[in-house]
């Protein structure tokens, strides 16, 4: 097996201003968005992972992002938070590979930088939300199965850059002020997933 440069794994949440279900999850994303484009935020806490001898476990890291009518045309904003290690910036920004290398690669015209916050990362059940002060801030709640145990319904197979199987949920509000990006979204109810990540490079 080929050796890596940086590995990290955890879970991951977001949430953008479609409406619930986000058409981009279940076409590839090739439908129109909900609305004149698509503003998301990709949260990312890191339960284990390293970079070289840097190990990375116990930090959070966000993409931010707007694309237009439809996400696969790119020509997206693309901007990163990091909260704390210039190691973990590198691989944000994508200039480390990975995934954040192959969406700026074949997606972004207009890279934004990244940002150094504080990133709160709550989890509690189908529960989950995050504060990005000044930046980003959203809470959503998996849409719970008829099945019992409390899991969420869930789609698969997907191509999504965080997984391949996906929580559904919705959000109770979403802000997004960064970037040059301003969104506010509160009981609408818009889309949201999460789910386990890993990704190398």
């Not at 949430?15 to 998301?40: F, G, K």
């Not at 691989?91 to 972004?108: E, F, Q, T």
Request: aromatic share 8%; net charge negative; charged share 20%.
């Amino acid at each position: 097996m080929a050796e890596t440069d940086w590995q990290i794994s955890g879970e991951y949440m977001e949430s953008c201003n479609c409406d619930y279900l986000c058409p981009c999850i279940y076409t590839n994303p090739q439908a129109e968005v909900t609305h004149d484009h698509c503003t998301a935020a990709l949260i990312f806490r890191i339960d284990k992972g390293q970079r070289g001898a840097t190990d990375l476990a116990g930090l959070c890291f966000a993409l931010v992002l707007r694309s237009g009518k439809i996400m696969a045309d790119g020509n997206w904003v693309f901007a990163g938070v990091v909260d704390e290690r210039a190691a973990l910036s590198a691989i944000v920004s994508g200039d480390a590979g990975g995934p954040p290398g192959m969406i700026r690669s074949n997606l972004v015209s207009d890279f934004r930088g990244v940002a150094f916050k504080p990133i709160e990362f709550k989890v509690e059940g189908l529960k989950r939300s995050v504060t990005i002060p000044d930046i980003v801030s959203f809470e959503i709640e998996g849409v719970s199965s008829r099945n019992r145990g409390g899991e969420p319904f869930y789609i698969d197979n997907t191509a999504h850059p965080a997984g391949r199987r996906l929580a559904l949920a919705r959000a109770g509000q979403l802000h997004v002020h960064g970037f040059g990006l301003d969104l506010d979204m509160v009981g609408k109810g818009n889309n949201g997933h999460f789910a386990p990540f890993a990704w190398a490079a």
